[in-house]
């Protein structure tokens, strides 16, 4: 993620914030711009960037229920691109899901910040009724269990993952060592993508090379993955053991790891912070005069190469907060040329 800056007075602030920390003035993120910017009421409900012309913009409806900083042109869409995608949201007369659903909320804008800084294609179901992307946000009910997936361009999350001593519950459960409300997301669009890159293109012959056939029963692969868990050694060939489940399971694990990734070191590289491994000094050391935008380079080693440090130095930062690790994960080299293949077709994708 981008490092905002309020360009009224220059003060830091984060991508969820409504309104300047320091000169309190109104925020919104201009999508096209990928800024988060002060802005001068115009009228009770429109308002210009400051210092950036004339266009008028409103807040996306979604911004009265708090979920929601994104700025649209005024006379346009109602709902900005990120809210635009939704089909249906929690029911806003029980508190609770209100707050799950902002959980949910920011989770998905940073989602569609990579997906616009990827630059990869974000086609809705008013252009593609068959295959766009939509959301579902999604409660448990007394007859029906909600399950988090994707199908055919509509991804259905459960709110309850919304929900911290739930979704921990079940990641202990799960066994799992990461479970967040961004992880699914992150997930759940690479099945998305998979659709739109892989299946059907010339690219699926690799795909099945790396990641196996995925013309297997997903049925039955799943039900064995829960029945007997794992094969042995799973973790020399797959980034998680629901990975090795299904080979559109290696995909999606995989490919939210790539966006893990790009994300982070997009973060670091905003605050010039990389760390370097030095084999005279045999010692990592944070360096500040090499700084490489991870959206930058078409070699994935160059970011393996900034990522295995990072991630090292920050699993070791948190563990001196008594945090667990930020990154729990080792990469092995079969996930590597697997992560490399998704980075080669993001790279094309978005040329
Ligand atoms: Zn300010
Ligand atoms: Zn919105």
């Known amino acids: 993620m981008k490092l905002f800056k309020c360009t009224h007075c220059g003060e830091p602030i984060y991508f969820e914030n409504t309104r300047c920390t320091q000169c309190e003035y109104p925020l919104g993120f201009v999508a096209e711009q990928l800024e988060l910017l002060p802005l001068v009421a115009e009228s009770t409900d429109t308002f210009r960037v400051y210092n950036q012309g004339e266009t008028l913009y409103r807040y996306c409806a979604n911004h009265q229920y708090g979920v929601c900083n994104w700025v649209v042109e005024d006379g346009k869409s109602r709902y900005c691109e990120a809210c635009t995608l939704n089909r249906t949201i929690p029911n806003l007369s029980k508190p609770a899901y209100l707050q799950r659903w902002k959980v949910i909320e920011t989770a998905k804008h940073r989602l569609i910040y990579s997906l616009r800084r990827m630059k990869l294609p974000v086609i809705g179901r008013s252009i593609d009724p068959e295959r766009g992307l939509s959301f579902d946000f999604l409660a448990d009910g007394t007859q029906k269990r909600i399950r988090t997936g994707h199908m055919r361009g509509l991804i259905t999350i459960n709110i309850v993952e919304a929900d911290d001593i739930e ?185």
């Open 167 to 351: 979704r921990e519950m079940t990641r202990q459960k799960m066994d799992e060592p990461y479970r967040t409300v961004l992880g699914h997301f992150r997930h759940e669009i690479g099945h998305y993508y998979w659709d739109r890159l892989i299946r059907n293109s010339d690219r699926i012959d690799q795909y099945r090379e790396l990641f196996g056939d995925e013309r297997q029963s997903y049925k039955d692969s799943l039900r064995n993955h829960y029945e007997q868990g794992p094969p042995a050694g799973w973790n020399l060939n797959y980034i998680s053991a629901y990975a090795s489940a299904h080979p559109w399971e290696d995909w999606a694990e995989t490919w939210a790891h790539y966006l893990h990734i790009l994300d982070t070191l997009e973060t670091a590289y905003e605050f010039g912070l990389s760390v370097q491994f030095q084999p005279v000094m045999d010692s990592m050391s944070l360096m500040q005069e090499e700084k490489i935008d991870p959206y930058d380079p078409e070699n994935f080693k160059t970011l393996m190469d900034l990522w295995g440090p990072l991630s090292f130095a920050m699993n070791n930062l948190n563990r001196s907060m008594g945090h667990p690790d930020l990154y729990p994960f080792v990469i092995p080299p079969g996930v590597l040329e697997k992560l490399s293949f998704i980075h080669q077709i993001c790279y094309q994708a978005r040329k």
